[in-house]
């Protein structure tokens, strides 16, 4: 059968449809001998269909295992006719997608044994005789949990130590579990806030942060390095060698979620009235027992309660989008409530919408819920007497470049050194890891995990620098530095504490969001999205992120370019004197002050613009003014950028 296939390889490839890539990919996995008979019969019914766009989609490349894993589609945008299954019935798909470009049972086994092999080369380089222990966890999407358990399988096949959950749970559990157990590393299976049809496979060492160099680099080297044949080897789970976590594991991960609530008397002290949705996602089995363990019981949304990997309720299962609450929102205003939160598939992700002067809900962007963050948990750090009232250069705010300025201008207020990363929030895990270690090396402690929130407070200023807040615009926020990834559930038990100790105040968010824009300036940020899918898709975003840097632009808008920054080959250092590594990355300045960054998505087939504008606001009652003037200036600029992308992309 395999070379009655390649033929038809062969011919479809000679007609014109088929990409040289992918045709060398499908013979590549034909030839391997590592296909079941489902995943042949898949592929000789799009040959027997002609359907190669499909096929170059699914083939025309290798799945990417970058620096934070894998993510991309595990059911094709053709299922063929064994891959669905009942699907129309039932919802759900019979078998993963086949494919190189796909994430299925073929490279979700690859990745582990690449993994495997780099975790059991990293035991023999530091003279660790046990067997790398590896902790799974997942969300649930499709195959979610299947992937879960063949990782898993692999793993213990091979020798290791492997734990998995009993159902979803979230990724900030998996990077506080990977802590909490002494993991060598640990995965979780999860595509974020993703279409239906997508899943991926995301990485952590044992720091409980993702992968940063040199270790994400080394497990690449080593994923590719592992061969197509012998995967089927590995096929079959047998989770007899797989331990299955306890509740002790959730109740120790929900403790860690209180704990970030520094004035917990707060919520004794006013009525919270709040809502909360998972949208179909493990905010109903991580957020919801943290906050319950707060002493609040939100409302929630039954809709979006249970379990769902089609997210039927939304167009898109993105908290950051004001239709993914619009259940939220409904439920919100009928019982007069305070605020709402909803939280992503994989609960690392908050979005939240908040009473407004009307009743009606307002959805803040997740630049606002940062700033609103970082003002009132700068404060309330000095107003315990954690840090010195002054501020100083051994507490820090940690964000990405593409985060909203105003979070710069909040820290530099109250003296707090700012440092800025790259876009993933490994980076910011990344300055957790060298603050401690810098702490421990050299004030000698060696049970740092042990510590409460207010004696890491102590000695990180004694010895290094507190991580008093960091976060990114893409709605995703870290409070403290026990997980090592950003956490909705204590982002919601942050922002349920700012929502309980304003409304004791008299007063609102968006009363104590204006008071931040009067101190610091009205900062208003935009994000403008180019989508381009499949192999066509990614040539052109490469092409945009290549004429950046051969032709940057030199005006927008009747202002000239007055500085261009270009990460990829500029040397950068943040404000430890650590170089910011190479990245394609630009920053577009122009004359009229306001500003862009430009970058390709590393999780989804699109390139990203973010604006950043600000204006100046001398009185209370020139703000608003000033809101419309700006924003009306950031929406003309959007479109020039983009249309200027579009031309490059055709160019």
């Known amino acids: 059968m395999n070379q009655d296939l390649i033929a038809k390889v062969a011919t479809l490839k000679e007609s014109g449809g088929l990409l040289p890539s992918a045709a060398k990919n499908m013979e590549t996995w034909l030839e391997g001998g590592f296909?079941?008979?489902?995943?042949?019969?898949?592929?000789?019914?799009?040959?027997?269909?002609?359907?190669?766009?499909?096929?170059?989609n699914r083939f025309y490349r290798e799945i990417a295992f970058g620096t934070g894993g894998m993510r991309?589609?595990?059911?094709?945008?053709?299922?063929?006719?064994?891959?669905?299954?009942?699907?129309?019935?039932?919802?759900?798909?019979?078998?993963?997608?086949?494919?190189?470009?796909?994430?299925?049972e073929y490279t979700v086994v690859r990745a582990t044994l690449g993994l495997f092999a780099y975790a059991k080369a990293h035991h023999d380089r530091e003279g660790i005789e046990a067997a790398p222990k590896f902790v799974i966890a997942h969300d649930v999407r499709h195959f979610s949990r299947f992937f879960c358990e063949l990782a898993a399988s692999v793993w213990a096949?091979?020798?290791?130590?492997?734990?998995?959950?009993?159902?979803?749970?979230?990724?900030?559990?998996?990077?506080?579990?990977?802590?909490?157990?002494?993991?060598?590393?640990?995965?979780?299976?999860?595509a974020s806030h993703n279409p239906p049809h997508d899943n991926g496979f995301k990485a952590y060492f044992s720091d409980g942060g993702q992968m940063v160099p040199p270790n994400d680099t080394g497990v690449i080297d080593q994923v590719n390095a592992i061969p197509l044949e012998g995967l089927q080897e590995f096929i079959e789970v047998d989770l007899s060698n797989v331990t299955v976590l306890g509740a002790d594991l959730d109740e120790a991960y929900n403790q860690c979620v209180a704990n970030c609530v520094i004035d917990q008397d707060v919520f004794k002290k006013t009525d919270l009235r709040a809502v909360f949705t998972p949208i179909h996602g493990t905010g109903a089995v991580a957020?919801?027992?943290?906050?319950?363990?707060?002493?609040?019981?939100?409302?929630?949304?039954?809709?979006?309660?249970?379990?769902?990997?089609?997210?039927?309720?939304v167009k898109s299962p993105n908290p950051e989008n004001s239709e993914?609450?619009?259940?939220?929102?409904?439920?919100?205003?009928?019982?007069?409530?305070?605020?709402?939160?909803a939280t992503d598939p994989d609960a690392d992700r908050m979005g939240v919408a908040v009473k407004g002067p009307d009743g009606k809900m307002v959805l803040l962007t997740g630049n606002q819920i940062g700033s609103i963050m970082a003002e009132y948990r700068i404060s309330k750090l000095k107003e315990m007497g954690w840090i010195p009232q002054e501020g100083g250069d051994n507490c820090a705010l940690v964000k990405t470049f593409v985060t909203s300025p105003l979070q710069d201008a909040i820290a530099t207020s109250h003296g707090i050194k700012v440092v800025n990363t790259l876009t993933g929030f490994k980076w910011i895990g990344e300055k957790l890891r060298?603050?401690?270690?810098?702490?421990?090396?050299?004030?000698?402690?060696?049970?740092?995990?042990?510590?409460?929130?207010?004696?890491?407070?102590?000695?990180?200023?004694?010895?290094?620098?507190?991580?008093?807040?960091?976060?990114?615009?893409?709605?995703?926020?870290?409070?403290?530095?026990?997980?090592?990834?950003?956490?909705?559930?204590a982002a919601c038990a942050l922002f349920c504490e700012i929502?309980?100790?304003?409304?004791?105040?008299?007063?609102?968010?968006?009363?104590?969001?204006?008071?931040?824009?009067?101190?610091?300036?009205?900062?208003?940020?935009?994000?403008?999205?180019?989508?381009?899918?499949?192999?066509?898709?990614?040539?052109?975003?490469?092409?945009?992120?290549?004429?950046?840097?051969?032709?940057?632009?030199?005006?927008?808008?009747?202002?000239?370019?007055s500085k261009f920054t270009d990460f990829g080959i500029e040397t950068v250092l943040d404000p430890d004197g650590k170089e910011v590594p190479k990245q394609d990355l630009y920053f577009v300045e122009l004359e009229n002050g306001y500003r862009y960054a430009v970058r390709g998505s590393g999780t989804e087939p699109k390139i990203k613009f973010y604006i950043f504008a600000k204006g100046d606001v001398a009185s209370a009652d020139e703000l608003e003014a000033t809101k419309g003037k700006t924003k009306e200036t950031l929406e003309e600029l959007k479109q020039a950028i983009l249309d200027d992308a579009g031309e490059r992309a055709e160019s």
Do not use: W
Request: contains cysteine; charged residues 20%.
């Open 35 to 56: 296909l079941s008979e489902t995943s042949l019969s898949s592929i000789a019914e799009l040959l027997d269909a002609g359907n190669a766009d499909e096929l170059n």
């Open 324 to 341: 993914a609450l619009a259940l939220a929102t409904k439920l919100a205003e009928a019982n007069d409530c305070d605020l709402l939160m």
């Open 157 to 190: 096949k091979k020798g290791g130590d492997a734990f998995i959950f009993e159902g979803p749970r979230s990724t900030p559990q998996l990077s506080f579990s990977v802590r909490h157990l002494g993991a060598t590393c640990g995965v979780v299976i999860t």
């Open 434 to 489: 060298i603050y401690q270690g810098e702490a421990c090396e050299k004030s000698g402690v060696s049970d740092y995990d042990s510590l409460s929130l207010k004696e890491r407070a102590e000695l990180l200023q004694q010895h290094s620098t507190f991580y008093v807040f960091g976060g990114e615009e893409s709605y995703g926020y870290l409070p403290n530095d026990t997980v090592r990834d950003k956490d909705a559930n």
């Open 72 to 104: 991309g589609r595990t059911i094709g945008l053709t299922a063929t006719e064994l891959e669905k299954g009942d699907m129309d019935a039932s919802g759900s798909p019979a078998n993963p997608g086949v494919g190189s470009n796909m994430l299925n």
């Open 499 to 561: 929502g309980a100790s304003l409304k004791a105040q008299g007063t609102s968010m968006l009363e104590y969001l204006d008071a931040i824009y009067l101190k610091n300036g009205y900062f208003l940020e935009g994000l403008g999205q180019l989508v381009y899918e499949g192999a066509a898709g990614a040539a052109k975003i490469a092409r945009i992120l290549e004429t950046y840097r051969s032709t940057p632009p030199t005006e927008f808008l009747g202002s000239k370019v």
């Open 287 to 313: 957020t919801l027992p943290a906050l319950q363990k707060l002493g609040l019981d939100p409302l929630v949304v039954e809709e979006q309660r249970a379990f769902d990997s089609n997210f039927p309720t």
